[in-house]
């Protein structure tokens, strides 16, 4: 098995050292650890190529041990689809043209570019959202259920992005976007409020989607992605 590389000094909870350990003996490459305070995310993990020396995991920060859950999620993210080529969920034209026009009959002020500009960026967002939270939410049972020391700071972390994504609830929000866009986005905003409050044992933290209704179809969601009937 390979050498971990790209640590640093920074000390590791022990299922931190495990995931890179595991990701490093499937794919026969190290993990470089970098922290990246630009992110516009968490963290990121850019799986190694062919030609690639090491897979490249940045973080955003390294607060108390969130950066340990964090490296966890990743490397299980990275692990999911095991040694070979991962499926790809691509960006495909036609759908992106759907949104950028239900952008531009949008009935505030902008110009043809700036609606363009819109439309990709939320279909952009979308896509992330679909790669990110179906999966994620395998990965955060399987962390829950298998990693006891980062019990703590991944209930901070879950508790923290369901807070932060609430304020898209607001009507002056919902008025910004095409319908359709905003319902499939909070539909999935929902599922992981509802998924990470029973995950920690605080159900009130989906209070704000279960309120507006979107209790049902965020639960069949949740569904969908653990494979449950």
Request: neutral net charge; proline residues 7%; aromatic residues 6%.
């Amino acid at each position: 098995m390979p050498e971990p590389s790209g640590r640093g000094s920074r000390e590791f909870l022990p299922s931190a050292h495990q995931a890179l350990a595991d990701l490093e003996q499937v794919t026969g490459k190290p993990v470089m650890v970098v922290e990246a305070p630009e992110l516009n995310v968490l963290a990121t993990i850019r799986r190694a190529g062919p030609e690639d020396a090491s897979h490249l995991l940045r973080i955003q920060g390294s607060r108390d041990r969130q950066a340990d859950y964090l490296i966890v999620y990743e490397c299980r993210m990275a692990l999911r689809d095991g040694p070979g080529p991962r499926f790809v969920l691509k960006d495909k034209r036609d759908r992106r043209e759907r949104v950028i026009s239900a952008c531009e009959k949008l009935p505030r002020q902008m110009t043809l570019a700036e609606a363009r500009k819109l439309g990709s960026f939320l279909y952009d967002g979308l896509l992330l959202q679909l790669r990110s939270i179906g999966p994620g939410l395998v990965v955060d049972h399987w962390i829950r259920e298998h990693c006891t020391d980062l019990q703590e700071p991944q209930a901070q972390v879950i508790e923290s992005q369901i807070t932060s994504n609430v304020g898209v609830l607001q009507p002056s929000t919902r008025a910004n976007f095409p319908a359709a866009i905003y319902e499939a986005s909070i539909a999935m905003n929902a599922a992981y409020a509802v998924f990470g409050g029973d995950l920690l044992g605080k159900p009130y933290l989906a209070v704000p989607y279960l309120s507006v209704g979107h209790g049902p179809l965020a639960r069949r969601l949740i569904a969908l992605a653990l494979g449950e009937p």
